[in-house]
Each structure stands twice: as structure tokens, then as C-alpha cells.
């Protein structure tokens, strides 16, 4: 069975986020939500018992008994609860299992919880349980008994397979007794149902182990059957399917493909340069005839790479309730353009950091209630996030209505810091700007939650090492939104490569907006700093090969202008080479702790350039 350990775990968990899903929907009165979670349930259960987790298999079939009896029933706050409680305990089931193949956790308290609450729900909802039961009875137009034989060694095995058989042909509308009870084992029931009394009674015939039963026709004309057919079946249609026509592959597989592609797309660049070399025609026309194949190979393979943010996204409705329940606080929290695709690795990279963001919106930036009352607000905030493509690259956003953030709390907690000066004069954009600076909070005191100002920073070094940018958009009371632009993907980017002091640098075109050429008309030094005037403005500049410790190559330079943090910087080199897709081969050991480079690419000839990351080689922030 450990051949299949890895599958079974991978699918029970998706199954279980799954659930997740489906109990909010539930919550929020979408009682379609239960056939989806019983179908979840009912899968994980087969699977635990085939792969011998008897722990697993017991609590989920516990669990699927209290889900057929919400079937038809308003579910209350308190039934939620327990249903998300149980959810995380078949987490903990599925990590003990893959840590020490056991999957003996003690699932007691929510045995007892599940028994404890039938009984409270079945005393305050006895008259509309029998009432609901009736209607259901009322609205069939089949009444059919039967007898199971008495020397039946499983009779609930039997009467389930008996009311599955009997799905086949006819709507079941209701069962007495309900279907948990017929599970347990039951050797007289009645199934009130819409159909077809012959094709009922050609079923039945053919089942094993059933002494008798009759088929009674109740007076229900077809019209009306017809129209609650189409009324109950409608959320059917809409049921999401789970199964697609797709084969899992491992993600170290997807890298393997993916490195052997950056290879190729190396190669490939080294035959450009040879048959522009020798001009031999037979190889220029085989060289184009492979860089097309190349091309077309490398956007499929980044194709397959590419997943729907709603992969990660989809864990953060169930941490909004958790949290603003904990915090005392009404939230609707919103999801746009999960259908947008981003790669795995930048996707994977961004989980973290979207959840601190979130979490602070929840914690920081939604006010109580009581205080969003007061300020004229309907007492329920709002959290909305949002993905979508714009140009090249993908927008994520995370906005809230809340209460904004306070430019003076944060002016007085950075002068108490010593990080500026009581007579610094910063403008709204440098103010919000120091939310990003390692360890830096507005709260008071530190809580579970947030506070210790380990969240932003983390946030803002993830996505410029992403090759992404950030903006900060807020108004006091109004609320905040964050912007977040990220590329596509991060493993086969367009750069320009530059040359400084005889040396190859590449630097991404994402991060390029223009390029001069630098003479005594354009540069100027004030203060002894650099700068170079372009369209009448002063953009600082760095020259690589002081930064870099080389010597400059030449006399007339070119300024390359870059974006950072919504400002422009002008890196001087001695000249641009070309522009080019390259490989990006991470850094890793002690060449990852370099500053101002985030990998590194291979030409055609072999020659390995370094990749110039633009967020750590202008340093740190400016206020640090």
C-alpha cells in the first residue's frame, strides 16, 4: 500500500480543502453544498478503508451519518463549526499519516460534539424535521415498502445498495426511516420517490435478499412531477465536477522539463550565433526551422506551469471567518479572477505574503462593529481579492474599507524609533513607505495575530525578489488597498544585456523604461551625487562600474532608466549588447547571500552572466 500513500494523501487533501469550501457555502445558506460535501466524505472514507486507516475511515463515516440528517435543515453557526473542526482533525489525520504512517489520533471530543448536538437539534427541530419529512412524502408519487429477508447477513449494506439501485431509476424524495437509519441496518423501510412504477418494479425484481415489497401509486399528476424534478434537480447542474481530463504530474518532473528547455533555449541561442557567423545557408534555414520548434515547446511547457490562482486563494475564506469570529468582527470577504494564471514557483512563493496581508486587513484594517457604526459604516466590512492580467504582467489586490492607515501613528512610531527625524519633512507615499521597513508596527502590543511587524517586509523583499513591484494606496476611514504586480513567470525571462568593464550583465526588461546615452549635457553632479537629466527631471544615478569595482570600459556611457518602488534610478553602463530571452539559474550557497544579483543565465557561447536584481543593488531603503 505505500506505493499509493502519496496519491491517496494528495487526493484526500484536496478533497478536505474541498470541504473547506463547500461548509462556508453552507454557512451562508447554499444548502447544495451538503451533496458536495457528502460525496467528499463519502470518497476520503472508501480511500481511508481501502488504504487501511481504520481511525480515518470511523470518524469520516461517523461524519457522513451527521451530514444525511442536515439534508433539508437550516444549519446553525454552532453545526459549522463543528463541521470545520472536523475538517482540521482529518488534516492532522492525513500529516500523522504521511510522518508515521499512523493514523491513530484520539477523534473522541468530536464523536461526542457530533452526538451531543443530533440530540440538541433533534429536540428544538422535531416538529419541522417531521414537517419537512411530510412535505417531501406529500410531493412523491411513488410509495414503495420493503422487506428485507431476515436471514440477510449486512442488512444495511443491502438497503443502501437497495436505495442506490432504486437512484437509478427514480428521485428519491425521502426515506422512512432516514437513510442513516436504514445504514445502520434496517430490515423494513419506505422510499417515497418520483418515476416510474414499472421500471421501480424491474429493479426490485432483480435484487438479492429482498422478501417482499409493494409499489403504491399516490394521486400526483406528471405535470407536477415534472416541475419538481426540474425544481430539484437544478442544483445538479450546477455542481462543480471534480474530475477533469488530466493526469497528475510531480512537480520535480515539471522542473527536470523545464531546466532541459532553459538548455535548449541556451543551445539554441549558440546556433543563431554560429550560422550568423558563417552565413552557411543550409544551417541558417535548419536553425530557424528549431528555433520555431523550441519557441512553440517552450510555450507549452510554460503553459503547463501555469496554474489558476485559485489554488492558493481558495484557503483564505475559511482563515477570514476563523479570524474575524476570534476578533469579534463582521466580515464579507470577496474573490475576483480566479480563473488568472500565474506560474507555480511565483505562486507558491506568494502564499505566505498574501496571507500576512489579508490577515492584517482583518486585524488592522477592519474596524469592530460597534466602531463602524459609529463612524456612519454598515457594521460588516468588506475584504476583496482580486487577480488579473494587465499587459505582461499579473495584478493582485487586496482592498478593504476600513479604517485606513493613520500617517501620524506611523510619523511618531518611526521618529520614537529613531528611523526619522522630529524634523523630517516626508511626503504621504515616504510615510506609508516606512510600514515596509523590517520590524516595523503601529500596535502597541504584539498579539497572535499581528503586531510584530514581521509581515510587511517579508511581503515587499518576496515580491521584488519575484522581479514584482508594490504600491500602498490608503485613506484614513476610506480603507487600503495594496497593488501587487507580479511577472508571469520567473524562469525564462527578457532582459537586456549590458556590458561593464569588458564583463556581460543582463538586466530584466521588466524592471527598464528607457535608455540614454550620458554626456556632459545630460549628467550632472550636485552634492557629490549623480544625476542625470531627463526631460527636465533629476534622476539619481549609480555607475555599474563603481558599484561593481571595475574600471569603465568607456567614454560615452548609456543610462539605463529602471523602476523602483514607483521612482527612477538610472544605472550607467558602457554599452547595451542586446536584447535577449535568457535562463534564469538561481544562486544558491553562499552565492545566494550576494546582494544586488538574483541569479545568473548562460549564452550561446557559454558565457555565464550575472542577472542584476534592481531592489537589493540600490540598496535598502532610504530611510533605514
Not at 462543480?240 to 481530463?245: A, E, G, I
Not at 520548434?293 to 503547463?304: F, G, N, P, R, Y
Not at 476570534?326 to 506560474?343: R, S
Not at 527598464?512 to 533629476?538: C, P
Request: net charge negative.
Amino acid at each position: 500500500m505505500s506505493d499509493y500513500k502519496a496519491e491517496f494523501l494528495q487526493e484526500a487533501r484536496e478533497y478536505v480543502e474541498l470541504m473547506n469550501q463547500s461548509f462556508l457555502r453552507l454557512e451562508k445558506g447554499d444548502n447544495s453544498a451538503i451533496d458536495e460535501i457528502f460525496r467528499a466524505m463519502h470518497t476520503i472514507k472508501g480511500m481511508a478503508g481501502f488504504m487501511g486507516y481504520k481511525n480515518l475511515e470511523n470518524l469520516c463515516h461517523r461524519l457522513e451519518s451527521f451530514l444525511s440528517e442536515l439534508k433539508g435543515k437550516e444549519v446553525s453557526e454552532e453545526t459549522v463549526d463543528l463541521l470545520l473542526l472536523s475538517s482540521d482533525r482529518i488534516s492532522e489525520i492525513l500529516n500523522k499519516i504521511e510522518a508515521e504512517n499512523s493514523d491513530e489520533i484520539d477523534c473522541d471530543d468530536i464523536l461526542d460534539s457530533i452526538t451531543s448536538l443530533e440530540k440538541k437539534e433533534s429536540k428544538t427541530c422535531e416538529k419541522k424535521e417531521g414537517g419537512d419529512s411530510k412535505r417531501f412524502a406529500e410531493d412523491a408519487n411513488l410509495r414503495i415498502e420493503i422487506k428485507i429477508s431476515d436471514d440477510c447477513a449486512m442488512k444495511g449494506v443491502r438497503g443502501l445498495l437497495i436505495l442506490e439501485a432504486l437512484k437509478e431509476v427514480c428521485e428519491i424524495k425521502a426515506t422512512e426511516p432516514e437513510e442513516s437509519k436504514i445504514e445502520e441496518g434496517c430490515d423494513l423501510f419506505l422510499v417515497f420517490a418520483n418515476g416510474d412504477a414499472k421500471k421501480v418494479d424491474e429493479v426490485l425484481s432483480g435484487i438479492a435478499e429482498i422478501e417482499r415489497y409493494t409499489i403504491s401509486e399516490t394521486g400526483i399528476s406528471k405535470k407536477e412531477r415534472k416541475e419538481d424534478k426540474i425544481e430539484e434537480k437544478t442544483p445538479e447542474v450546477i455542481q462543480p465536477q471534480k474530475k477533469s481530463d488530466s493526469v497528475r504530474v510531480d512537480v520535480k518532473v515539471l522542473d527536470t522539463i523545464m531546466n532541459l528547455i532553459g538548455e535548449l533555449v541556451i543551445i539554441k541561442g549558440r546556433l543563431l550565433q554560429i550560422s550568423g557567423k558563417y552565413e552557411i545557408p543550409e544551417l541558417s534555414e535548419a536553425v530557424s526551422i528549431m528555433e520555431k520548434s523550441i519557441t512553440s515547446l517552450q510555450d507549452e511547457v510554460m503553459k503547463v506551469r501555469m496554474v489558476k490562482v485559485e489554488r492558493v486563494f481558495s484557503k483564505f475564506p475559511r482563515m477570514v471567518r476563523d479570524l474575524a469570529r476570534k476578533l469579534g468582527k463582521k466580515v464579507e470577504f470577496v474573490m475576483e479572477g480566479l480563473d488568472t494564471e500565474l506560474d507555480r514557483t511565483v505562486l507558491d512563493e506568494m502564499s505566505d505574503p498574501i496571507m500576512h496581508l489579508i490577515r492584517n486587513a482583518v486585524d488592522h484594517g477592519i474596524e469592530s462593529p460597534e466602531e463602524r457604526k459609529a463612524k456612519g459604516k454598515s457594521e460588516t466590512g468588506l475584504i476583496k481579492l482580486s487577480a488579473r492580467r494587465e499587459k505582461n504582467n499579473v495584478v493582485i489586490e487586496i482592498e478593504d474599507d476600513g479604517r485606513g492607515i493613520d500617517l501620524e501613528k506611523i510619523r511618531k512610531k518611526a521618529i520614537e524609533r529613531g528611523l526619522i527625524s522630529e524634523s523630517a519633512q516626508l511626503s504621504e507615499e515616504e510615510l506609508k513607505n516606512l510600514i515596509f521597513l523590517p520590524g516595523f508596527s503601529t500596535n502597541d502590543r504584539a498579539t497572535e495575530i499581528s503586531g510584530r511587524g514581521v509581515g510587511m517586509d517579508v511581503v515587499k523583499t518576496t515580491v521584488e525578489r519575484l522581479g514584482g513591484s508594490l504600491k500602498l494606496i490608503s485613506e484614513k476611514d476610506r480603507g487600503t488597498k495594496i497593488r501587487i504586480n507580479l511577472p508571469p513567470t520567473v524562469a525564462i525571462i527578457k532582459s537586456l544585456l549590458v556590458s561593464v568593464g569588458g564583463q556581460v550583465y543582463a538586466i530584466p526588461l521588466s524592471n527598464v523604461v528607457e535608455a540614454v546615452y550620458v554626456d556632459s549635457n545630460n549628467a550632472k553632479n550636485i552634492h557629490g551625487n549623480l544625476f542625470l537629466i531627463v526631460r527636465g527631471k533629476l534622476i539619481p544615478s549609480f555607475r555599474l562600474s563603481q558599484l561593481f569595482g571595475c574600471e569603465n570600459g568607456k567614454e560615452r556611457e548609456v543610462g539605463i532608466i529602471v523602476e523602483k518602488e514607483s521612482e527612477k534610478y538610472a544605472l550607467i553602463a558602457d554599452s547595451i549588447i542586446d536584447q535577449q530571452e535568457i535562463v534564469v539559474k538561481p544562486l544558491t550557497g553562499y552565492l545566494s547571500k550576494i546582494k544586488g544579483f538574483s541569479g545568473v543565465t548562460i549564452l550561446g557561447d557559454g558565457t555565464v552572466v550575472p542577472i542584476i536584481d534592481i531592489s537589493s543593488l540600490l540598496g535598502g531603503d532610504k530611510f533605514g
